[in-house]
């Protein structure tokens, strides 16, 4: 990265107070900001870094009152936070320009398979027979491609990811480091005899547009049919989707979630981290689950859950309250035993007929 100040303002359409000739090479907190680097303001209680700051250039609102003269170059912007996303999508964009390096003589491609226009696949990569591979899709080094596999148009795939055969992934996804696409289902038959009969997992893995899937996530394939991520849902780190699982558009799910099989997931619902789904339920739309919560039922839709087993949240708070004064309730009622208890015998000894 290397913009000048004018640059960055008419790519930002922001008004410059300052020297806008300066040149800058990065982007760093407000806190920690050297000269040649810019620095964001999104909140206003981060405004008295304004004095002090040895950054090159400030982004901050239009509306930030100055309370003395300052000797940062600002650009001024109708939404610094916006403006921020604008310029790490440039710088990215850039990122992907450079990993764009063709396809390496020491990738393995199949005379089956077919390569999109403008595809970059790195060093060891394999992609394997009657494989496709969209358009300005890269391909990072040490990715293993299977057999049938389908690949969108600009996808990003990082290096050790691993789609096994017959998974399809749509356009514009991002699947980070050490995920697994398509291992086999967790299925197993109990036998007489206390062993297991495996069960053949034949399905698939369907990953629609625009998701973005962490590091180290597994998603197994279907026993039969498909385990299907649909259109625009992102995925944290370490998150396993069990087989036959159905996610719907625009969920976000953080880390290490487990979702287990043939569940069911409507649209636009949000999961914390460590957030268990018990199998064979539905949950509808617009959902939020708290962090750490344990769903063992089925959900409608609009719910705010928390705890385990999952209930409304504000029920669980007043569990919650309740579960920590256990102890001292468990003592008054305790010492209150013992006041009726020592007060029945005196009543006796002062009056033994009763």
Do not use: W
Not at 249 to 255: E, G, I, Q, R, S
């Amino acid at each position: 990265m290397k913009l000048s100040v004018n640059e960055l303002a008419k790519l930002l359409d922001g008004e410059i107070e300052g020297d806008g000739a300066l040149e800058v090479y990065n982007i760093n907190r407000i806190e920690n900001a050297q000269n040649g680097e810019l620095a964001f303001i999104f909140d206003s209680k981060f405004d008295k870094f304004i004095y002090n700051t040895k950054a090159t250039t400030l982004i901050v609102s239009k509306d930030v009152v100055l309370s003395e003269p300052v000797e940062t170059t600002l650009i001024r912007v109708e939404n610094p936070y916006f403006s921020f996303l604008k310029l790490l999508n440039v710088i990215d964009s850039e990122k992907r320009k450079n990993r764009k390096n063709g396809i390496s003589e020491l990738a393995y491609i199949s005379k089956e398979a077919k390569i999109g226009k403008g595809v970059s696949i790195g060093h060891y990569s394999i992609v394997n027979d009657n494989a496709t591979v969209g358009d300005e899709t890269i391909i990072r080094e040490q990715v293993y491609i299977g057999e049938n596999v389908h690949i969108g148009k600009n996808c990003l795939i990082y290096p050790q990811v691993v789609i096994l055969d017959d998974c399809r992934v749509g356009d514009n996804c991002i699947i980070h480091s050490g995920t697994v696409i398509g291992s086999d289902g967790f299925g197993f038959l109990p036998m007489n005899d206390n062993t297991y009969q495996k069960i053949p997992q034949i399905g698939n893995v369907v990953i629609e547009n625009n998701v973005e899937i962490g590091a180290n996530v597994t998603i197994d394939r279907s026993t039969v049919g498909s385990t299907l991520i649909k259109q625009g849902t992102k995925l944290d780190n370490l998150i396993h989707i069990a087989h036959n699982v159905e996610v719907g558009k625009n969920n976000a799910m953080a880390a290490q979630c487990g979702i287990a099989g043939s569940t069911k997931i409507g649209d636009h619902n949000m999961f914390g981290g460590q957030v268990g789904i018990a199998g064979h339920i539905n949950i509808k739309n617009n959902n939020q689950v708290a962090a750490q919560s344990g769903v063992a039922s089925s959900v409608g839709d609009n719910e705010l859950l928390m705890g385990s087993p999952a209930m409304d949240a504000k029920l669980f708070k007043r569990n919650f309250i309740a579960f920590k004064e256990l102890a001292e309730i468990r003592n008054k009622v305790y010492n209150l035993d013992n006041l009726i208890t020592k007060n029945y015998k005196n009543d006796k000894t002062k009056n033994p007929k009763k």
